[in-house]
């Protein structure tokens, strides 16, 4: 009986000082005063009320909100102690922040992941009043001789809470390619009528160039036991795997899959439910130094692929440099689409349309030349900024627009942006769109055919917008939308 007694107690200790780890970073009751009317926070970009916060994770739609959870360090303002952070929408504008979702446990923390709505109550713990939500995460293990291994959580009272799945277990042991195997994607697959898990294991050898890296599919029918199905090995695979089908044209009986990672390098092709195929020619989808581990949101409720990323910039920034309670933000949400160009068909990225209810001053013209235009903008103070321009190609040869103090050029048929051109597809209408938040920028050319997101410092003082040409430059239409903030 005695040592029963310590035994018993043994385990209550080591289960106490569990839960107070655990309780250690949930930390937002501390968030309560911050007002989001700091100098530099973004004022149409989501950003955590305080701390650092990295790659979305977990991006879902459940009875009218939308759910975007991050990494998130709940103790500082620099990245470490990784969880996921946790926010809702109604609008995909207007986030409201909630408390932390996942908490580290054990000897690991929690890298990043995905979630869907589980309707067929595949794992059985769904209410009469709810369906489960089911996230499936990395569990980082912090002992450098320790495998990461994939691990899941479930919440049933609308992703304020979560439980983990079998105490946190591995549910996808490491693969034994590389110690950091990471970022799970999971999905319904209703021709195959189960769930579809796909997981980057190996990054490949930049010296050698027959070494590939290797993405996984897994199978199950329960959200808990997963089979292996088969690999993709490509040479730019690396982290934060997504997959995505979306109709070519708009046509919904013409549908590929596209596959990307955290650089926003894809690939289109075909996926029956155990293998994915494609021609093998990648493409990249942001021009850009910024955007980075993308996602899309699983059950989106209106046909729309609508994805946001992370505008990463170093870990000591200007947030860092002027005090700044909070450190990165994501992107504007837009929607994805796939479209038939000369190339072959491509990805085409675009804000979302409820961009639109943020306008609080519209400065719209039709056939209007440089110097005219200059004269409507002098007087013009801008803070959030959203652009549109287009104009004949054959009649336009070059110009510059000074927004902000960020300089946008046209020349020989292409943009450039800071020495970075933004290829196009060379037909005569061209257009471009610009949304300039305090320090980010996000360019569209050719309805989305390039796009580049980048940060950047803000210029003190530079609210104009000018535009420059050696010609006689006339924009077919030219719009700027002042902005308003997201935050209530």
Not at 33 to 39: H, L, T
Not at 108 to 116: D, L, Q
Not at 389 to 413: P, V, W
């Amino acid at each position: 009986m005695k040592y029963l007694l310590l035994f018993s107690l043994m385990i209550f200790q080591a289960l106490h000082s569990q839960q107070q780890m655990i309780d250690s970073f949930q930390t937002f009751n501390t968030y309560a005063d911050i007002k989001y009317d700091e100098a530099l926070r973004p004022q149409f970009h989501f950003s955590s009320k305080k701390n650092w916060i990295n790659d979305p994770n977990g991006m879902v739609y459940y009875k009218g909100e939308y759910h975007l959870f991050f990494q998130h360090n709940p103790k500082a303002i620099h990245w470490g102690n990784m969880t996921w952070g946790h926010a809702v929408s109604k609008d995909m504008l207007h986030w409201k922040q909630l408390q932390h979702a996942i908490l580290p446990y054990g000897k690991g923390t929690i890298f990043s992941g995905t979630a869907a709505v589980d309707y067929p109550n595949s794992l059985g713990e769904n209410t009469q009043e709810e369906k489960a939500i089911v996230a499936y995460f990395t569990h980082a293990q912090n002992d450098k001789n320790d495998l990461f291994y994939q691990a899941g959580a479930y919440s049933t009272d609308r992703g304020r809470t979560f439980k983990l799945i079998d105490g946190g277990r591995p549910l996808v042991p490491n693969q034994g390619f590389d110690r950091g195997e990471r970022d799970p994607k999971i999905f319904w697959h209703a021709p195959s009528k189960k769930w579809v898990l796909i997981l980057w294991i190996k990054r490949a050898h930049k010296k050698q160039p027959d070494d590939l890296g290797k993405v996984r599919f897994f199978e199950s029918m329960d959200l808990k036991n997963w089979k292996k199905i088969s690999d993709f090995d490509r040479k730019w695979v690396y982290e934060c795997m997504d997959l995505v089908e979306l109709s070519v044209d708009q046509d919904p009986n013409n549908k590929r899959w596209v596959i990307y990672d955290a650089s926003f390098d894809y690939e289109i092709g075909t996926f029956d439910g155990l293998h994915l195929s494609t021609d093998g020619e990648n493409h990249l989808g942001d021009l850009g130094n910024a955007y980075y581990a993308a996602q899309t949101f699983n059950n989106s409720p209106d046909g729309r692929t609508v994805i946001m990323g992370w505008l990463r910039t170093s870990d000591n920034n200007v947030y860092v440099d002027n005090k700044m309670p909070f450190n990165q933000h994501m992107s504007f949400p837009a929607t994805l689409e796939l479209k038939t160009t000369e190339q072959g068909i491509r990805l085409f990225r675009w804000p979302i349309d409820e961009i639109n209810s943020l306008y609080q001053k519209s400065i719209l013209h039709q056939n209007i030349g440089t110097d005219q235009l200059n004269r409507k903008l002098e007087n013009e103070d801008f803070d959030g900024i959203d652009l549109f321009a287009s104009f004949d190609r054959n009649q336009t040869k070059n110009f510059k627009i000074d927004i902000r103090g960020q300089i946008l050029t046209y020349k020989k048929g292409a943009f450039y942006f800071n020495d970075k051109v933004l290829p196009s597809l060379g037909k005569d209408e061209a257009n471009l769109r610009v949304l300039l938040d305090r320090t980010t920028i996000e360019i569209f050319t050719d309805n989305g055919f390039s796009v580049l997101s980048s940060y950047i410092i803000p210029n003190d003082g530079k609210t104009k917008i000018k535009i420059s040409s050696d010609q006689s430059t006339v924009f077919d239409v030219f719009e700027v939308h002042s902005l308003g903030s997201i935050w209530q």
